[in-house]
Structures are given as C-alpha cells and as structure tokens.
C-alpha cells in the first residue's frame, strides 16, 4: 500500500541547490591545493620566494573543506 499523505518523488530533472554547495567546496579546495603546490614548487623554479597573494590562495583549501563538512551535515538531515 502507498500513503497517500506522503508528498510525490521529485522528477530529479532540477538539481538541488545544495549540490552547488558540494560543487563550491570542491572547488575551493581544488584551488587551495594548487595554490599549496604552487608553494612548494616557486623556490624550487625560480630563486623567488612566493607572493603573500599565493599564500591567501592557499587558505582556499580549509575554507572548502569546512563548507564540504557543512554540506554532509546539511544534507545527512532526515527530512520530517
């Protein structure tokens, strides 16, 4: 038997919005990890050190991480 009071499944034709938040924490920690590479790698190519913007970059990744955890949390919720 169904219940007639539970809602209809979705289409699944539209994303949810809360993929896009998946979809923002992989990137910023995609790019705060080239900006770690890009680290390690400017001594190493030039005889330069690396620019404080670089570094600011690289704060990319943990921002990305911590909105990564926020979206498990967001969507692990039971739906009432």
Do not use: E, H, Q
Not at 3 to 11: D, E, F, G, T, Y
Not at 19 to 41: M, P, S
Not at 44 to 69: C, E, K, N, Q, R
Not at 73 to 78: A, E, P
């Amino acid at each position: 038997m169904t219940n007639p009071s539970a809602p209809p499944p979705s289409s699944g034709s539209g994303r949810r919005s809360s993929d896009r938040l998946l979809y923002l924490a992989l990137g910023l920690f995609a790019i705060g990890l080239l900006a770690i590479v890009a680290i390690f790698l400017t001594p190493i190519v030039s005889d330069a050190t690396p620019g404080l913007w670089l570094y600011l970059i690289a704060m990319l990744a943990p921002l990305g991480f911590l909105v990564g955890v926020g979206y498990a949390l967001w969507s692990g919720r039971r739906s009432r």
